[in-house]
């Protein structure tokens, strides 16, 4: 029996990478999907191979930084799917800079991205889901947010906001039905990380205890699990880490 057979999701950062999985995986289980990115043109070939298995599959091109866009999107998805039962926020970026050597410019950019983003996606879609007595939101953090990481002030700061969001959050609409978590990944290889040096890379993979980084479609059943029923009635503001052993909080 498909999991998501009836529900709608709205998945964000769904062109690439995990976000691109987590599509892929709600499609298999049958649900209709609403995917956001930025990029054109990975959106539709994600969507693409969503509209294999999903209920059915519409696209937003959308900044997720911008009020404006991100209300459309919420509505968009009400309008062409009737409702929005599950918003994963997963659209994030990840740059590397010292802070000493870090402008205002780039601080900005990260919280709005990877931090305000959530919170104005959760802000359109939250309403629809109180209103209908029954939502999931899965916002996606990092373990850096919980153990921080070295020349990355601004995405471990976003990402620690994400997670404190979701805490706040799911305390507030709980009680109304609607269920908030976060999931904080290890290293996963996707773009977001192919500019990280090889040496680097080799020496982080010796420290995990799985001796190795993740994969996108090894993150996205937690995301499955998260907004399934029953599979996921009892989490409430949990960040969970499918992080190969390097955080055990
Ligand atoms: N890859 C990892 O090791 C890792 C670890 C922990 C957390 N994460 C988080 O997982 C999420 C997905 O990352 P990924 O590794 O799949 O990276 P990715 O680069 O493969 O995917 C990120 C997606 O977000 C989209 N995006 C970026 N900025 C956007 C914007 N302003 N508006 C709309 N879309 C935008 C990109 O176009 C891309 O499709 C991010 O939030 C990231 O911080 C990744």
Redesign the pocket.
């Known amino acids: 029996m498909a999991v998501l057979r009836g529900r709608t999701a709205l998945i964000?950062?769904a062109?690439?990478?995990?976000?691109a999985a987590i599509a892929a995986a709600y499609a298999g289980e049958e649900a209709a999907l609403l995917l956001?990115?930025?990029?054109p043109g990975?959106l539709e070939a994600s969507a693409q191979t969503c509209r294999k298995t999903a209920a059915s599959v519409t696209t937003a091109v959308?900044?997720?930084?911008d009020a404006d866009a991100t209300k459309a999107m919420v509505e968009q998805c009400v309008s062409d799917h009737g409702r929005v039962d599950v918003l994963v926020n997963?659209?994030?970026?990840?740059t590397e800079v010292p802070l000493i050597d870090m402008s205002v410019t780039t601080w900005d950019e990260m919280i709005a991205?990877?931090l305000r983003?959530v919170f104005l996606c959760c802000r359109w879609a939250i309403p629809h889901m109180v209103e209908a007595g029954w939502g999931r939101v899965i916002n996606?953090?990092?373990?850096?947010g919980i153990k921080g990481g070295e020349s990355l002030v601004h995405y471990s700061a976003a990402?620690a906001g994400v997670i404190g969001l979701t805490r706040a959050l799911a305390r507030e609409v709980a009680p109304r039905g609607v269920l908030v978590n976060a999931i904080?990944?290890?290293?996963?290889e996707?773009?977001?990380?192919e500019g990280i040096s090889q040496d680097w890379k080799q020496a982080k993979q010796a420290e995990l205890p799985l001796g190795r980084f993740g994969r996108?479609e090894e993150v996205a059943p937690t995301a499955v699990l998260l907004a399934s029923d029953p599979g996921g009635n009892l989490y409430v503001g949990q960040t969970l880490g499918p992080n190969s052993g390097d955080v055990m909080p």
């Open positions: 964000t950062g062109a690439s990478g995990i976000g956001a990115d930025k990029n990975l959308v900044d997720v930084t997963c659209a994030g970026i990840l991205v990877d983003s996606i953090a990092s373990q850096l990402k904080a990944p290890g290293p996963i996707t773009p977001l990380v996108p």
